[in-house]
């Protein structure tokens, strides 16, 4: 697992595409996530292939909350504990400045909601949920609403997470 380079935007922009339903964003978005934002990205390859990735950001106007933006775990990379693990490298790279995770999730993806209760239960912080993205109010009736789920306040050694997680991080 490490930050990703420009290099990689076209890579991640394919791993996107096979990784439903996330939304496809512009190869252009994944450059900028791949640059501008690597410190908040961590990509992740297996056996020199790209199978994994979690985009995020600070919040503008909230620089103690890291929005996290996507993960993405291609199938070959599924049910081993990958997504975990990604989201737990960007905690601990940025330790002591996280208090508050956001990010938002369609009501029916088990998988995602499944993956942030675990990020919650692990980090002994609670998780709450509301309203982000209206699929009438905001999406036009093109999109199913998008709830933001809110994990915090995290304590302060936020990532710090199982044993069997940690020996797994690097860099
Ligand atoms: C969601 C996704 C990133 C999970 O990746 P992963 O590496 O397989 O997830 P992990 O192995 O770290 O599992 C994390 C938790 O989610 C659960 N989970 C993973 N896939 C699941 C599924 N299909 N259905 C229900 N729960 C699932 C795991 O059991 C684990 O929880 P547990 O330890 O309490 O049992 C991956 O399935 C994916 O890329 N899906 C398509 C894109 C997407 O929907 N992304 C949403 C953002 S999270």
Redesign the pocket.
Known sequence: MRKPNPEDGSTVYQLIGR????DENSMYCNLLQCSHFRDTCVIAEQGGLVV?FVSGYFLPDQPDTLFVW?????EE?????????MLSKLLTRHQGRVRHLH?S?TTG??????????LS?ENDAPLNTRVMFDREQHFGGQHDTEMLVHIGPFKALAGSTSTASRAHLQE
């Open positions: 990784c439903k339903p996330l994994g996507q993960v993405a775990v291609g990379a599924r049910g081993q504990g990958l997504a975990s693990r990010t999730i993806n088990d998988a995602s909601w499944n993956t942030f209760k675990k239960r």
